[in-house]
């Protein structure tokens, strides 16, 4: 036997006799100082047992009776109950732990094949996430491709439209010459042959006088109407004496036709511009008031043409039933090519335009054009830049 046994053994059978013998300190906590002992010492249950039994030998007399020895044992019991405890104790706290560790790994276990699993959802996430960037940046990059085809389109769709109203302009000009020019001509020699006529016939019947008296009725008519429409198409008195004499014109021929009072209010120093530019501000006016006429129901015109700052400012201004400026242009589809024809020839020289209305109380169309005629055209165009709007003086 090992000596810290061997020594265990003793001070055990030395502590069993003296509680037997109830002499001090006959009580029950030095068995559970020798039991902490035990235990401290590695001992098992049984270990404790064999040497409370050989304790036991020794200290039981054999000539006890049996009621006394019986008693002996019963307190000896209570005394290895006690001695046991820190071993129970022990042993206990050892299998709760171990079912406290067992449980940890099984969490631990859980844990594992969760954190597994969530690894896995995560790395199929990333790959979603990595596709969904690719297919992001290629429908961006696709988009930004048909955003600049869009924008391609847009300009040449815009040049294609500023070509079709320069061309537009210029056979306008062809026309009214060709009607000026050849048919008006042609017109008047047939009612010169018809005067020669009627002088040299040698029939001087009523009926044949009256005949030639009724075509060149017509044909005086026929020659007002190809004049009519040259100066529609393009008037001459535009290019021979300037935008005020053909505004004026233009005025007193809307006054007869349509019975409203037209009023031109301007300044000489217009006729400075461009012909293209004093072109774009008669169109203007004239589908303005052709509209007005068509639509407006009104009863009064004012055409004003300002200067403010570096700008040619044309306002048309009448006193009809005006309409939502929000949902601009308004009218049937000719209208509305009429206005937005308008603002591209404006567009066509650096020139903008504007219309305010509101229902009951008119319309105002703006048509701005830059002035600055004796600059050069960088200069002119860093000006224009620096002019965010044109003010009225």
């Given amino acids: 036997m090992k000596p810290e046994l061997s020594a265990l053994s003793e001070q055990y059978e030395t502590a069993l006799r003296r509680y037997l013998g109830g002499r001090p300190p006959a009580n029950l906590k030095s068995a559970q100082r020798l039991g902490r002992r035990a235990a401290a010492l590695g001992l098992e249950t049984l270990d404790l047992a064999q040497?409370?039994?050989?304790?036991?030998?020794?200290?039981?007399?054999?000539?006890?009776?049996?009621?006394?020895?019986?008693?002996?044992?019963?307190?000896?019991?209570?005394?290895f109950a006690e001695w046991i405890i820190p071993i129970e104790q022990t042993h206990r706290t050892a299998v709760e732990a171990?079912?406290?560790?067992?449980?940890?790994?099984?969490?631990?276990?859980?844990?594992?094949?969760?954190?597994?699993?969530?690894?896995?959802?995560?790395?199929?996430?990333?790959?979603?996430?990595?596709?969904?960037?690719?297919?992001?940046?290629?429908?961006?990059?696709?988009?930004?491709?048909?955003?600049?085809?869009?924008g391609l389109m847009q300009e040449q769709l815009r040049l294609l439209s500023r070509q079709l109203l320069s061309a537009q302009e210029e056979e306008r000009k062809k026309i009214s010459r060709e009607l000026h020019d050849v048919i008006g001509q042609t017109l008047a020699g047939i009612n010169l042959r018809l005067v020669e006529?009627?002088?040299?016939?040698?029939?001087?019947?009523?009926?044949?006088?009256?005949?030639?008296?009724?075509?060149?009725?017509?044909?005086?008519?026929?020659?007002?109407?190809?004049?009519?429409?040259?100066?529609?198409?393009?008037?001459?008195?535009?290019?021979?004496?300037?935008?005020i004499p053909a505004l004026h014109a233009f005025?007193?021929?809307?006054?007869?036709?349509?019975?409203?009072?037209?009023?031109?209010?301007?300044?000489?120093?217009?006729e400075k511009l461009s012909s293209e530019k004093r072109t774009v501000l008669y169109r203007v006016a004239q589908e303005t008031l052709t509209n007005v006429s068509r639509h407006a129901q009104a009863g009064r015109v004012l055409v004003e043409i300002k200067q403010a700052d570096d700008w040619a400012v044309m306002s048309i201004t009448d006193n009809g039933r005006?309409?939502?400026?929000?949902?601009?242009?308004?009218?049937?589809l000719s209208t509305r090519l009429g206005l937005l024809g308008m603002k591209e020839r404006l567009e066509m020289v650096g020139g903008r335009f504007e219309i305010k209305s509101s229902p009951g109380r008119g319309t105002t169309v703006t048509a701005s054009?830059?002035?600055?005629?004796?600059?050069?055209?960088?200069?002119?165009?860093?000006?224009?830049?620096?002019?965010?709007?044109?003010k009225l003086l």
């Fill in 51 to 79: 040497i409370h039994e050989a304790a036991l030998i020794v200290l039981l007399v054999p000539d006890e009776s049996p009621a006394r020895r019986s008693a002996l044992i019963r307190s000896a019991g209570k005394f």
């Fill in 98 to 150: 171990k079912m406290r560790l067992e449980s940890i790994n099984q969490e631990l276990s859980r844990s594992c094949v969760d954190l597994a699993f969530s690894q896995r959802q995560l790395r199929q996430e990333n790959q979603e996430r990595m596709l969904a960037e690719k297919s992001l940046r290629r429908s961006e990059r696709h988009h930004a491709k048909l955003l600049k085809q869009s």
């Fill in 197 to 243: 006529l009627k002088k040299s016939s040698a029939i001087n019947a009523a009926g044949l006088d009256l005949a030639i008296a009724s075509t060149q009725e017509l044909i005086r008519k026929a020659v007002d109407i190809v004049h009519r429409f040259a100066r529609e198409l393009r008037p001459a008195v535009l290019d021979d004496l300037g935008l």
């Fill in 251 to 270: 005025l007193k021929l809307f006054r007869a036709e349509t019975g409203i009072h037209a009023q031109l209010t301007t300044y000489a120093a217009v």
């Fill in 322 to 332: 005006g309409f939502q400026a929000k949902i601009w242009p308004p009218g049937k």
């Fill in 369 to 390: 054009v830059p002035l600055d005629l004796d600059l050069p055209d960088p200069e002119r165009k860093v000006r224009r830049q620096m002019t965010p709007s044109p």
